[in-house]
């Protein structure tokens, strides 16, 4: 059976796990702690980062990008047959998508109104860029979950924690990606694709009283402060 080595919040693993669960492939997942990595990790990771898929076959594949490359080649297509132009813009929408995983972890980390405007803007970028190319379809390609979902849904599904946790809405004032990130969770993958326990893990790190979400404030669309009703801001 495949295993992924992880790292519980990491957004990283969670595609690819998200990419098992859409294509039913079974796996197990092994967790390690980042501040204390083992050397058999280490020895299989030459970047020393999380995700390390191990193949059926007993071969570790490090690097997201790789191991969504082979899980895709691997096994049956989520989309087959698609025209190669068509794939390879997948593919950058895709890597768009995994670009601003850490953007997203950083402005959820923000530890002031300031640094969340800034941050949040950088990921907004992100957001508008996908929003105009987004279609009436169901998913980004149609009415079929593909690879462009599964990289975004990582993104979408931490926003939507955010939202409901805080009252913060990265997303804000884009419908399509609104409705997109409904459907996405409708799917129940993001879910399936992290512990059960994820979203404490989630919160209590990215929620936390260093972080400025995590003490009750917030920001409106404008950058302004907004004091919500568990308490003040700082």
Same mark, same amino acid.
């Given at each position: ?11 990283f693993?969670?595609r ?10 079974p796996y197990? &997942?092994? #967790?390690i ?8 990790? #280490?020895?299989?990771?030459? =970047?020393?980062q ?7 076959n007993?071969?570790?594949i490090?690097e ?6 082979y899980?895709e ?8 047959d ?7 813009i ?7 998508a ?13 530890a ?18 996908i929003e105009?190319?987004?279609?009436? =379809? ?5 009415e079929? #979950?593909?690879?462009v *979902? ?8 931490r926003?939507d ?5 805080t009252?913060? *809405? ?6 399509k ?13 993001p879910?399936?694709? &992290?512990t059960?326990?994820?979203?404490d893990?989630?919160s209590?790190?990215?929620?936390? *009283? ?7 404030c917030?920001?409106?669309?404008d ?11 700082c």
């Amino acid at each position: 059976m495949i295993k992924v080595i992880s790292f519980k919040i990491c957004p990283f693993v969670q595609r690819v796990t998200a990419l098992l669960e859409a294509k039913n492939i079974p796996y197990e &997942v092994e #967790l390690i702690s980042l501040k204390d990595k083992p050397q058999w990790f #280490l020895d299989i990771s030459p =970047n020393g980062q999380v995700p390390v898929l191990i193949s059926e076959n007993g071969t570790p594949i490090f690097e997201s990008e790789a191991i969504v490359e082979y899980l895709e080649e691997a096994y049956p297509a989520l989309q087959p047959d698609i025209p190669l132009e068509d794939k390879a813009i997948n593919r950058a929408w895709s890597t768009l998508a995994s670009k601003n995983y850490l953007v997203q972890c950083g402005a959820q980390r923000s530890a002031d109104a300031e640094t969340l405007k800034e941050r949040g803007a950088k990921l907004g970028t992100a957001f508008d860029k996908i929003e105009s190319a987004l279609g009436d =379809n169901t998913f980004f390609g149609g009415e079929k #979950l593909g690879l462009v *979902d599964v990289a975004w849904m990582t993104l979408l599904h931490r926003a939507d924690i955010i939202e409901r946790r805080t009252g913060y *809405d990265f997303i804000g004032q884009r419908p399509k990606l609104k409705k997109w990130q409904q459907a996405l969770l409708e799917t129940g993958i993001p879910q399936k694709a &992290v512990t059960a326990d994820f979203e404490d893990a989630f919160s209590d790190f990215y929620l936390s *009283d260093e972080t400025y979400l995590g003490r009750g404030c917030d920001v409106t669309p404008d950058g302004s402060d907004r004091s919500r009703a568990s308490g003040s801001c700082c």
